[in-house]
């Protein structure tokens, strides 16, 4: 099986395809920097500009992890993007390219197939949070220093002291990381239903953009359907920066989206066992 | 003639006390000349100040700043971190309660921990300063402010207690104050898209409570006018 695993990632991650998502981070995140370093302090100010009636403000929120936080919260509304690119290529891609016969011939069976290649794209989508977590955080202390983080929320505004901070970031990016990996096992699922990839990478992403937009209409009736959507708890990694932070809903809201994932992913086992491999 | 002599008694018992009470509550002006007197000996002061702060929906740390003050008002914050420190509070400088600058009357007495104090209104003579208008409760015997309710030009209205402590024997400055902010802060914060407002009920409950705690206080050593220069403010 670890042998099958390493020819997996070994695919995975000699296409070209897997590092468009890293290439975009890499150009991406020092643009936002630049962008944010010549005029990213109005917006701090202007986040606080209610407070600065009644306070005096001393020291400096405009930091490292400000803009980080920044970029995550804009940056994770476009990740699935990214991750469905590879996700919806792991099955279509090979009935594309006429491997599937040659692979399935081998003693390998198919769950044990279908369990490395969820494995893999799993682990893609991991690899390329931690690789966002790294270089946006590294590159915003290098570029503005560090200090306490501001984080505005629905519930409100949460200042953050510098010996929180690393944790929380790191909770939130792993969390980040656990509901990508349900837009990646929706990708993969639709991955298994054609044998082209450009449907399931554009498919999912109508879904998520679909889900997002009816899950913000603030409409009794969308209001009623938002539990059952699963874009409802991708963002459970904000929750990370309320204080007080409701452990409770976080873990619910994980178990939901572990809920998804398994359903799809499953879904998705179970048509590739069944399915007539043609190409 | 009983109920002359009588009336007569009361009127004279009446005029004593409205006497008395005019003997013991000075002028509002020469409460604040005195006041100042008070503060007037101080020249410059340096102090740590630790800050708690409670303000519905605004979640923050316990807080650590240096305060530098220097005659006639001038005010510097640092933070090692971030600090943020309620303006009326910090700023408060009975200085600034001038002739020139407000017209003052006072307003009875009250109890303020323990303490009968002087009420003296304050009403800003021009629309530039901060603090519009404000009540003070001035302790007739130490000539301190244990108290101001201060409605200012900008920002929520805030109820003020400071707590002296003598400094080297011989300053009496704030110790611990206390100030309550009315709803203000929050009630200007974003919500949500069709979230509903906040109801009056809700907003009567945001009162925001911090706690600024002084210590190592360094009065009168001389403070270099360069630590007050725009660079160095917050």
């Given at each position: ?9 070994l695919?995975t991650y000699?296409?070209?395809r897997t590092?468009?998502?890293f ?7 020092p643009?936002a920097?630049w962008g944010m370093?010549?005029g990213g302090?109005?917006m701090a100010?202007?986040?606080t500009?209610g407070l600065?009636?009644d306070?005096l403000f001393?020291g400096?929120?405009?930091?490292g992890?400000f803009v980080?936080h920044?970029l ?6 476009h ?5 469905v690119l590879?996700?919806g290529?792991v099955f ?5 390219s006429?491997?599937f016969?040659i692979?399935?011939?081998r003693p ?6 279908f369990?490395?290649?969820t494995?893999?794209?799993?682990l893609y989508?991991y690899?390329?949070?931690?690789f966002?977590?790294?270089f ?7 570029m503005f220093?560090?200090g306490?983080l501001?984080?505005?929320s ?7 002291a510098p010996d ?11 969390l980040?990381?656990w509901s990508m ?7 993969m699922m639709f ?9 399931p990478?554009?498919g ?8 997002f937009?009816?899950?913000n ?10 539990p059952?959507?699963?874009t409802?708890?991708l963002?459970v990694?904000q929750r990370?920066f309320?204080?007080?932070m409701?452990?409770?809903r ?6 939901y989206?572990?809920?998804?994932t398994?359903s799809f ?8 066992t069944?399915k007539?491999?043609?190409? | 003639m ?6 007569i008694?009361?009127?004279s018992l009446l005029?004593?006390?409205?006497a008395?009470?005019a003997?013991?509550t000075p002028?509002a002006n020469?409460i604040?000349?005195?006041v100042r007197g008070?503060f007037?000996?101080?020249?410059d002061?340096?102090?740590d ?5 409670r ?11 240096t305060?530098?003050y ?8 640092e933070?090692?971190?971030f600090?943020?420190?309620?303006r ?8 600034l ?6 017209d003052a009357v006072v307003?009875g007495?009250?109890?303020?921990d323990?303490i009968r ?6 009403l800003a ?5 901060r ?6 409760f ?6 301190i ?5 201060a409605?200012p030009?900008r ?5 003020i207690r400071?707590?002296?402590a ?5 300053w009496l ?6 100030i309550?902010i009315d709803a203000?802060?929050?009630a200007?914060?974003?919500?949500k898209p069709g ?5 009056d009920?809700?907003k009567?409950?945001q ?7 002084y210590?190592?206080?360094?009065v009168?050593?001389g ?5 007050f220069?725009?660079?160095?403010s917050?």
């Amino acid at each position: 099986m670890m042998t099958l695993l390493r020819y997996e990632l070994l695919k995975t991650y000699r296409k070209l395809r897997t590092y468009i998502g890293f290439g975009l981070i890499i150009v991406l995140v020092p643009l936002a920097y630049w962008g944010m370093s010549l005029g990213g302090e109005d917006m701090a100010r202007h986040m606080t500009a209610g407070l600065q009636k009644d306070f005096l403000f001393a020291g400096n929120l405009f930091n490292g992890w400000f803009v980080s936080h920044l970029l995550m919260n804009v940056l994770f509304i476009h990740i699935p993007f990214l991750i469905v690119l590879v996700a919806g290529d792991v099955f279509a891609g090979e009935a594309t390219s006429g491997t599937f016969r040659i692979l399935l011939t081998r003693p390998p069976s198919r769950s044990g197939i279908f369990a490395v290649k969820t494995v893999t794209t799993f682990l893609y989508t991991y690899s390329l949070v931690v690789f966002l977590a790294l270089f946006s955080t590294g590159l915003g202390l290098l570029m503005f220093g560090s200090g306490h983080l501001l984080a505005v929320s629905e519930e409100g505004v949460s200042i953050f002291a510098p010996d929180t901070i690393v944790w929380r970031f790191t909770l939130a990016y792993i969390l980040a990381g656990w509901s990508m990996c349900t837009v990646a096992s929706l990708a993969m699922m639709f991955s298994t239903f054609v044998e082209n990839a450009i449907g399931p990478i554009v498919g999912s992403m109508a879904v998520v953009i679909l889900f997002f937009i009816l899950g913000n209409l603030p409409f009794a009736f969308f209001e009623s359907i938002r539990p059952y959507l699963f874009t409802t708890y991708l963002n459970v990694w904000q929750r990370v920066f309320v204080e007080p932070m409701d452990g409770l809903r976080m873990v619910k809201d994980a178990v939901y989206l572990g809920g998804f994932t398994l359903s799809f992913t499953a879904v998705a086992w179970i048509i590739f066992t069944r399915k007539d491999i043609l190409s | 003639m009983r109920n002359r002599l009588a009336g007569i008694v009361l009127i004279s018992l009446l005029a004593s006390h409205a006497a008395a009470h005019a003997q013991t509550t000075p002028p509002a002006n020469e409460i604040l000349r005195r006041v100042r007197g008070e503060f007037e000996r101080i020249d410059d002061y340096r102090a740590d100040v630790h800050i708690v702060a409670r303000i519905p929906r605004v979640n923050v740390p316990p807080m650590d700043a240096t305060v530098y003050y220097k005659k006639p008002d001038r005010f510097h914050i640092e933070a090692k971190g971030f600090a943020m420190l309620p303006r009326d509070a910090i700023s408060f400088n009975p200085m600034l309660f001038t002739e020139e600058m407000y017209d003052a009357v006072v307003q009875g007495e009250e109890i303020v921990d323990g303490i009968r104090c002087h009420k003296v209104k304050l009403l800003a003579k021009s629309d530039t300063l901060r603090l519009q208008r404000a009540m003070l409760f001035v302790d007739p015997t130490r000539w301190i402010v244990l108290r101001m309710a201060a409605d200012p030009a900008r920002g929520s209205s805030a109820d003020i207690r400071f707590t002296y402590a003598f400094i080297q024997n011989r300053w009496l400055l704030p110790s611990r104050v206390v100030i309550e902010i009315d709803a203000g802060p929050t009630a200007r914060l974003p919500n949500k898209p069709g979230a509903p407002a906040l109801g009056d009920d809700e907003k009567e409950s945001q009162h925001s409570r911090i706690v600024m705690t002084y210590t190592n206080y360094s009065v009168n050593k001389g403070i270099p006018d360069s630590v007050f220069s725009p660079e160095h403010s917050p």
